[in-house]
């Protein structure tokens, strides 16, 4: 039985940005499925089951890729609320920004991103950064491996 992917959501509203990222995905034979939100507000929507039916669009496990400055509401303000809603606080979030601003830094620091990137983004570094992500999930989401840890706990 393999793992489940890791789902990607890409908050982001530039298209060369998009098409970059599609292209080092590519690439990098990334198979996660990926799902674009271009505003802030469409990625809460899609993450809090604004679509189909009340499920969430984007399945768990996920990642959220996530550029700070985007329409709708600040990425910072985004990413306050998923920290805050009981079903999305463990959600692990890139951040992504052309800010050069360390207060933005540390905010999104502060609420526990994963990693932190600056434009001009080194899309291959993320899209290797994503495949770490999924090969940790992979390792600790295998067949017995729940039964293996409680065991040495015991």
């Known amino acids: 039985m393999n793992p489940k992917p890791i789902h990607l959501l890409l908050v982001e509203d530039d298209p060369v940005d998009i098409m970059e990222f599609r292209r080092s995905a590519a690439r990098h034979k990334l198979m996660n499925p990926v799902y674009i939100a271009r505003d802030a507000i469409t990625a809460l ?6 679509y189909e039916n009340g499920a969430p669009l984007i399945p768990d496990p996920r990642i959220v890729l996530l550029d700070l400055n985007v329409p709708g509401m600040h990425g910072l303000d985004l990413l306050r609320l ?8 463990s959600t692990v979030i890139i951040a992504i920004t052309g800010s050069r601003d360390e207060q933005d830094r540390t905010a999104a620091l502060d609420l526990n991103v994963a990693q932190y990137f600056t434009k001009p983004v080194d899309f291959d570094q993320l899209v290797r950064t994503i495949a770490a992500f999924q090969q940790s999930w992979d390792t600790t989401h295998e067949p017995g491996y ?8 015991s």
Do not use: F, Y
């Not at 998923?82 to 606080?89: D, F, N, Q, S």
């Open 45 to 50: 929507d899609m993450l809090t089951g604004k």
């Open 82 to 89: 998923i920290r805050l809603h009981h079903l999305l606080a």
């Open 146 to 153: 729940a039964m293996e840890s409680m065991g040495e706990h």
